[in-house]
């Protein structure tokens, strides 16, 4: 039977829940998640963990923030002035907003809190200093 190797491409089933058992992502049998083991396009320490699984195989993996979205970083919540905004933008609390530098590199963050003149956006990934709980199943290999 096969087993999974670094560098393989593999089709997995895969439920991504916080601890408190809300669902964050899911890939099912319709839109299985692929991937190449050991490249890193997924979370590099579940990829290290389905090494040796075999086909049909089930794991559950729990990452730790630094594993999966990174901690919680205060210095990315920032106070910026409204008028950096389109004068159409929906500048309301809980609200996703795209980022684009002079340099032309994106950022996505979401609005905390609107101010008169400001907006304090955090720029932390939703899912900072949670933990990830992974449930893998290995559909294929090759």
Do not use: Q
Request: net charge negative.
């Amino acid at each position: 039977m096969k087993v999974v190797k670094s560098g393989d491409r593999v089709k997995l089933l895969c439920e991504a829940k916080l601890e408190d058992g809300e669902v964050c992502y899911r890939w099912d049998k319709e839109n299985p998640l692929e991937l190449v083991v050991g490249e890193g396009s997924f979370f590099p320490a579940a990829e290290e963990k389905m090494i040796n699984m075999k086909e049909g195989e089930t794991k559950t993996i729990t990452l730790e923030p630094d594993e999966a979205f990174g901690f919680y970083m205060e210095e990315l919540v920032l106070e910026v002035p409204k008028d950096l905004f389109r004068e159409k933008a929906n500048l309301r609390e809980g609200t996703r907003v795209k980022i684009t530098t002079p340099s032309g590199r994106v950022f996505f963050g979401t609005i905390k809190e609107v101010k008169k003149d400001s907006v304090i956006l955090d720029l932390n990934h939703p899912l900072a200093g949670k933990r990830i709980i992974l449930t893998i199943t290995v559909i294929s290999i090759g």
